[in-house]
């Protein structure tokens, strides 16, 4: 789209040239305490498209948090051309408290595009796709892992879009995951607007990884760069390897209950048979190896110590993009 000389966001007039932050919210806490989500807005002289960074959809993802944190406290968000709108932190709710949902028990990613007059989760959902998402070009969303499930840095896109294989590739994670789109999820309301939109996983909830953190502040910028909004002032490295794009994947499962120590580790490609890890008693009367029921890659381990039998312990391709 044509981006206009002036952007209206959330009754805030912003022009080529200027910065603003402007408060997002929707509601106060019980306590009266008025709870503001900061939108951070940067516009160049030059115009150009428009990215909407976003992050902590799940209140509990501070990884994704601290990715888009570090993309404005660097100055990264502030592009040569164009525009970039930043919200570190749209569950505000849900991050104070370290917890996934929102108050009202909703998962806010299953609850777009919302309604102006449902429930807190369901308000906020529309107020970001009415008085936001409709000013994007490109929208790159952070996520993580949940609970002690360690994902593999890995860009999420759907099949057969070449413009979003384009830009996955640009980003350069070592994972490009196919999969479809979730119903009422804010990547489905996306595709529906006709935005595409790169979806992040890598690392697990309560938890901050420098290697993703990395990952994810380069493949922003190496977006940026293709999208010639880079500013001077940043470099886009090259990825050190090819990404490798996973068509097909199944979740390895708990047999037994016990204490759970992984053996492989994230990103490693492994053949039918290989020992991925144990599963023990803490008196010692058995030791389980779990192993790998095909060839793949490992790009998700379940780190807790203590797991249930059908848990989910590993999640292993099984099809490759040649």
Not at 1 to 8: Q, S, T, V, Y
Not at 66 to 76: D, F, L, T
Not at 142 to 158: C, E
Request: with cysteine; glycine share 8%; hydrophobic share 40%.
């Amino acid at each position: 789209m044509d981006e206009p000389d002036i952007l209206r966001i959330l009754g805030k007039d912003v022009g080529l040239g200027q910065s603003a932050k402007v408060n997002f919210n929707v509601a106060k806490l019980h306590t009266q305490n008025t709870i503001d989500v900061p939108v951070i807005i940067e516009r160049s002289k030059k115009p150009g498209p428009v990215v909407l960074i976003t992050a902590g959809i799940h209140g509990d993802e501070v990884n994704g948090v601290e990715i888009v944190r570090q993309i404005i406290s660097k100055g990264i968000n502030k592009p040569k051309r164009g525009t970039i709108i930043c919200i570190p932190v749209i569950n505000v709710f849900g991050f104070i408290h370290l917890d996934r949902l929102f108050p009202d028990g909703r998962d806010l990613n299953r609850v777009f595009p919302g309604v102006s007059g449902g429930s807190l989760a369901s308000r906020v959902a529309n107020k970001l796709v009415t008085e936001i998402l409709p000013h994007a070009d490109l929208v790159l969303d952070f996520h993580t892992g949940g609970a002690d499930r360690f994902n593999s840095a890995h860009i999420r896109i759907t099949k057969d879009d070449d413009k979003l294989e384009e830009l996955a590739q640009v980003f350069g994670a070592p994972f490009i995951f196919y999969s479809s789109n979730i119903s009422k999820s804010f990547r489905k309301t996306c595709q529906k607007a006709g935005i595409p939109i790169l979806l992040f996983e890598g690392g697990k909830s309560s938890n901050i990884d420098n290697t993703i953190t990395n990952i994810g502040v380069n493949g922003i910028k190496r977006v940026l760069y293709h999208l010639n909004m880079l500013n001077r002032n940043f470099k886009a490295s090259q990825a050190k390897n090819p990404c490798i794009c996973l068509l097909e994947s199944k979740w390895i499962r708990a047999k037994y209950s016990g204490m759970f120590k992984a053996t492989v580790i994230i990103n490693s490609e492994v053949k039918k048979g290989d020992v991925l890890g144990n599963i023990t008693d803490p008196y010692g009367s058995f030791n389980h190896f779990v192993k790998a029921p095909n060839d793949g890659y490992i790009f998700n381990i379940n780190e807790s110590p203590i797991i249930y039998q059908g848990d989910a312990i590993f999640h292993i391709s099984t099809k490759v993009k040649a």
